[in-house]
């Protein structure tokens, strides 16, 4: 794959109510990135966003974001997925050879909308939605209980991710406040009050408000802009099956799907020694395992003896995950960032040493419906 | 950022009442339901047995015709997962009352499964093979509501 390298980022600090309007929020993440990299808005050529629709309360919403996001008189598109996704336009973009710069943001503000009621929206409006039984908390139990009952895995052993997101959270200024837990137990964890059994409420990547940016540029620009560029070596992508009755809950075969892919294009074959660093957008503390498992970090249903710890064999999300913050449509792109400072040494408190090589994935719908995944490496 | 809300949104209502075509399938699906009864239909290629049924069969990317491969399944199926929750989300809002418990349930005899409350069991009591079968409304209207859930055998 031709080279395309990251030469920017910026993410807003994320708050549960960021009481400060939303395109504020995108113009401090856009405007900030381009500051950062000390580009300008004439630098711009292309500007694809994440919203959603439903999120923002309103139809083809990026069209209002134009002038904040800096779009105004560039060429600009929209995903409506996660923000990883909006960064795999974006490199599409860049690919084509017709763009010198493009940037990438994403993210929403639940603390304007109401989060599951709006995600009630993902189900299939001629069967199961009226009646509201399948929903992004009941899906959230059966997956968890699906990978337990298949492998054995126990309670206690998903707690310990929460527990280690919420401590890494608390070492990453960005992370939403309500989540950097620097001294949760595994107890508090199980004790946190039920969301859908076997899930519970500590296990769940909180929704918050938040807004992130990436700049890409293609290889020869990249180094024109930093000595620092990231180059994106492999991306890969997968969907699986609409309806949950149709899936194995228990495993995640379109993040196996993906990871092929991106590590066909890296030359990755042993991702666990390969890699130094992931950035996973686990929507819950059961997925990360799940994930990792897919990953080819371990084998199945042996997730949790990988030591993901931040100076451990593989780190994990050490800027927390998701488990330190969800906002809709930014968190995939913030997992992306994450990785993206764990190679240019940016990393402060939570920095793996000396990683070169890291994976960023992101996902969207039920259960990990679909999955993105990036591997990322140091110039 | 500060203490007090200081961004006062107009809420902006819009009301849109959408009326979404189920198409040919569900709408035999919809009648059996009417009828109490549940048909599947099944995939002329892979064989998987459909519930609710499907015009296409997205691993075979086959089209099952309308007139053929029905199967009458009957009431009874297994529990394949289950989750307990106290919430409630609808389209006003989500609130937290009573535990529920909510099923995947495979009808005997397809390979998917629906997605149902069970009915008069202590989530404790509640587990994956169990056999369980439908308790239907008394007054059906051809609608997924007419399955009010599932009870054990």
Redesign the interface.
């Known amino acids: 794959m031709q080279k395309v390298g990251i030469v920017g980022y910026y993410q807003v600090k994320l708050y549960s109510d960021a009481n400060y309007g939303h395109y504020e929020m995108i113009f401090e993440a856009s405007r900030g990135a381009l500051d950062k990299a000390g580009l300008k808005k004439k630098d711009i050529s292309t500007v694809i966003s994440c919203t959603n629709d439903y999120y923002d309360g309103r139809t083809i919403s990026n069209c209002f974001t134009v002038e904040v996001g800096g779009g105004y008189m560039a060429d600009e598109s929209k995903v409506e997925m996660d923000g990883a996704h909006a960064v795999l336009y974006g490199l599409m973009r860049v690919l084509s050879g017709n763009h010198n710069l493009a940037v990438v943001w994403g993210g929403s503000m639940p603390s304007c909308y109401p989060y599951h009621t709006v995600r009630l929206y993902e189900t299939d409006p001629t069967w199961e939605r009226s009646l509201a039984y399948v929903n992004d908390i009941t899906s959230a139990g059966f997956q968890m209980r699906a990978y337990m009952e298949k492998y054995g895995v126990t309670v206690e052993e998903i707690a310990k991710v929460a527990v280690k997101n919420k401590k890494n959270a608390a070492k990453n200024p960005l992370a939403l406040k309500e989540a950097q837990l620097a001294n949760l137990t595994v107890k508090d964890v199980l004790d946190s009050g039920k969301y859908a059994d076997p899930v519970t409420e500590l296990m769940v990547a909180p929704p918050c408000d938040g807004v992130a940016a990436l700049l890409l540029a293609p290889e020869k620009q990249a180094l024109k802009i930093t000595d620092k560029p990231v180059w994106i070596t492999g991306v890969g992508y997968n969907q699986d099956a609409y309806y949950l009755g149709d899936r194995d809950l228990s495993g995640c075969k379109s993040m196996n799907l993906a990871a092929k892919m991106a590590y066909n294009a890296a030359g990755i074959t042993d991702p666990y020694s390969e890699i130094d660093v992931a950035e996973l957008f686990e929507s819950y503390a059961h997925e990360e395992l799940i994930f990792a498992e897919e990953l080819g970090f371990a084998d199945k249903g042996k997730g949790a003896e990988i030591n993901s710890a931040i100076n451990g064999d593989l780190a994990i999300n050490p800027s927390g995950g998701a488990l330190g913050g969800n906002p809709p449509c930014a968190t995939g792109l913030i997992r992306v960032i994450e990785a993206v400072k764990q190679l240019t040494g940016e990393a402060g408190q939570y920095q793996v040493k000396g990683a070169k090589k890291a994976v960023a994935s992101g996902q969207i719908g039920m259960c990990a419906q679909n999955n993105i995944l990036y591997v990322l490496e140091a110039n | 950022?500060?203490e007090e809300?200081?961004?006062v949104?107009n809420k902006?209502l819009i009301r849109a009442d959408?009326a979404?075509?189920?198409?040919q399938y569900?709408d035999k699906f919809y009648n059996g339901l009417e009828n109490k009864k549940i048909r599947g239909n099944k995939c002329p290629k892979c064989g998987d047995v459909f519930v609710?049924p499907r015009k296409i069969c997205?691993k075979c990317n086959v089209v099952i015709p309308l007139e053929e491969n029905w199967v009458d399944l009957p009431e009874t199926g297994t529990i394949?997962?289950?989750?307990?929750?106290?919430?409630?989300?609808?389209?006003?809002?989500?609130r937290k009352t009573k535990?529920w418990t909510?099923g995947?349930i495979?009808i005997d005899g397809s390979n998917?499964?629906?997605?149902?409350?069970l009915l008069n069991m202590e989530?404790e009591d509640v587990k994956?093979g169990m056999k369980v079968k439908i308790e239907w409304n008394e007054s059906t209207k051809g609608?997924?509501?007419d399955i009010k859930g599932f009870t054990k055998v």
């Open positions: 950022m500060s809300k200081v961004i949104a902006g959408f979404f075509w189920v198409g569900l609710p997205g394949m997962n289950f989750t307990t929750t106290p919430y409630r989300v609808n389209d006003r809002s989500s535990d909510i995947m495979q998917t499964s629906i997605i149902y409350r989530p994956i609608d997924p509501s």
